[in-house]
């Protein structure tokens, strides 16, 4: 298996502008998760999926944040409009059959807003 | 409030020195931990896991950590590190008195010196 596969490595933006980042989870798996990753607040969890349904988004920071989950193989989460302080790494993770087993991450996006 | 705390942020190190980070949570009821490691540029892979039964627990790369329930610990130890070992290692905490979310410690960064 490829593994998780994020997309794009990297982008940078102009404050303001939408930013869509992309994830497809290791077939298979059942649950999917998006992070973020910064240096001064470390690794949050942003929102969870099981079976394509959000489960959590309590750590979505803000209305100008969404994601979905159109289909097993497929999740997006989506900034509109990007601000300079959503520069962070994002990370998508995947699991298989519950929230406690192991997740296996991708290599992340790092976004950058200027 | 329910966290995971690793109190080390930067531990420098020679190879062949022998390694231990710490990690503490406050959660109550079941737990569920894990050591990520990140190496540079990389995604986060898992290291270990401790679901139950022996709280010495096994890893990758010759690391090991123990599970030590009365003092809410789960230190990651390697006995000899070596320059590749260099990279940010993660604490991780699923409890289910916090909705079997799985929560991050703020990383230590390990540098080896050759």
């Known amino acids: 298996d490829a593994g998780v596969i994020q997309s794009p490595r990297h982008e940078v933006t102009e404050m303001g502008q939408e930013v869509t980042l992309r994830c497809k989870p290791i077939s298979g798996h059942d649950y999917l998760f998006w992070y973020r990753q910064t240096m001064m607040r470390g690794l949050e969890l942003l929102i969870y999926f099981n079976n394509n349904v959000p489960i959590d988004d309590s750590g979505m920071p803000e209305d100008r944040f969404s994601a979905k989950m159109p289909n097993a193989s497929f999740s997006t989460l989506k900034i509109q409009p990007s601000e300079p302080r959503d520069s962070a790494v994002y990370f998508c993770?995947?699991?298989?059959?519950?929230?406690?087993?192991?997740?296996?991450f991708g290599p992340g996006t790092r976004l950058t807003v200027l | 409030a329910q966290s995971v705390s690793q109190h080390n942020h930067h531990v420098i190190l020679s190879e062949a020195a022998s390694l231990e980070l710490g990690c503490n949570y406050s959660?109550?009821?079941?737990?569920?931990l894990f050591w990520y490691v990140q190496y540079p540029g990389q995604h986060l892979q898992l290291l270990l896991k401790?679901?139950?039964?022996?709280?010495l627990v096994k890893g990758i790369k010759g690391f090991e950590a123990e599970f030590i329930k009365s003092k809410f610990s789960f230190n990651l130890r390697k006995p000899s590190v070596q320059w590749s070992d260099t990279a940010e290692y993660f604490c991780?905490?699923?409890?289910?008195?916090?909705?079997?979310?799985?929560?991050f410690g703020g990383g230590t960064r390990l540098m080896v010196k050759p």
């Open positions: 991780a905490v699923i409890s289910n008195n916090a909705g079997n979310m799985l929560t």
């Open positions: 993770a995947s699991s298989l059959q519950g929230i406690i087993n192991e997740q296996f």
């Open positions: 401790y679901f139950s039964g022996d709280p």
């Open positions: 959660y109550g009821g079941t737990v569920n």
